[in-house]
């Protein structure tokens, strides 16, 4: 029955191999000559599935079905298989996505005290080098950033309350055009620290209508509020775009 058959393409084809224990799929090579009886051998050490009850369909790249093969005494070659497609395994007797259910696999958990006893963990590292929260603080240089700190908050606080709500602007943010507008905002925010200004842009080159998160700190036009840090924003007689000073 096997002189019925021949290769009618290539010698080898590289097809995609899933099966019920690995939807993915696996990439093989497998030679044209080779008949349905000894390719469901190899795929029984690819798939977990036994030779006995496995069921072989060949799919496009799709997953569309093409032809099943059926006659273990046929050649690979002798049904319509080009490279890229799937061959794709069944078994009943296997469960799907038995192998990849991690829930099930017993996991092992070491203690804190074993743990903290282990010289090769990435805790025992990091002590070594002393890095992380292991990191020696310089008292003298964290009082330095801490003043610091403050100094740019009493700034920032003094800036703030000088700004009058109303008042014209320009904000110049780095990588962004000047843009102009008025003053809607100043204080603090929910959704970052510090002092921040609400502007109402003069024309649509904002992120928000005023509000962030859920909270609305002013109303103006969707597309033509922002928030900005202090330091960008310039209070002045600026006009409107596209006006002169003669314009006003």
């Known amino acids: 029955m096997a002189s019925e058959y021949s290769v009618v393409t290539g010698s080898v084809v590289s097809v995609n191999v899933t099966s019920p224990n690995n939807k993915f799929g696996v990439e093989r090579r497998y030679p044209k000559e080779i008949c349905i009886a000894e390719l469901k051998g190899k795929l029984e050490l690819v798939t977990g599935c036994t030779t006995v009850n496995m069921k072989l369909e060949v799919q496009d790249k799709d997953g569309r079905p093409v032809c099943k093969l059926d006659n273990n005494d046929a050649m690979l070659g002798s049904y319509p298989v080009d490279d890229g497609m799937i061959i794709n395994v069944t078994d009943p007797t296997v469960t799907c996505g038995e192998f990849e259910d991690v829930s099930k696999v017993e996991k092992y958990e070491m203690n804190e005290d074993e743990y903290a006893k282990r010289s090769d963990s990435l805790r025992a590292y990091k002590m ?113 775009e596209g006006l002169s000073d003669d314009e006003m």
């Open 128 to 240: 070594r080098n002393k890095l992380g929260e292991f990191q020696e603080v310089d008292e003298e240089k964290a009082e330095k950033l801490r003043l610091k700190k403050e100094e740019k908050e009493r700034e920032e606080k003094d800036a703030a309350e000088s700004m009058v709500v109303g008042s014209r602007c320009q904000v110049a943010v780095t990588g962004q055009p000047t843009k102009r507008g008025m003053v809607q905002f100043v204080g603090k925010t929910d959704f970052k620290p510090g002092y921040w200004v609400g502007v109402q842009y003069d024309e649509p080159l904002g992120k928000n209508n005023g509000s962030v998160g859920g909270r609305q700190y002013f109303e103006c036009p969707d597309k033509y509020g922002a928030f900005v840090k202090i330091g960008s924003v310039e209070i002045g007689n600026f006009p409107e």
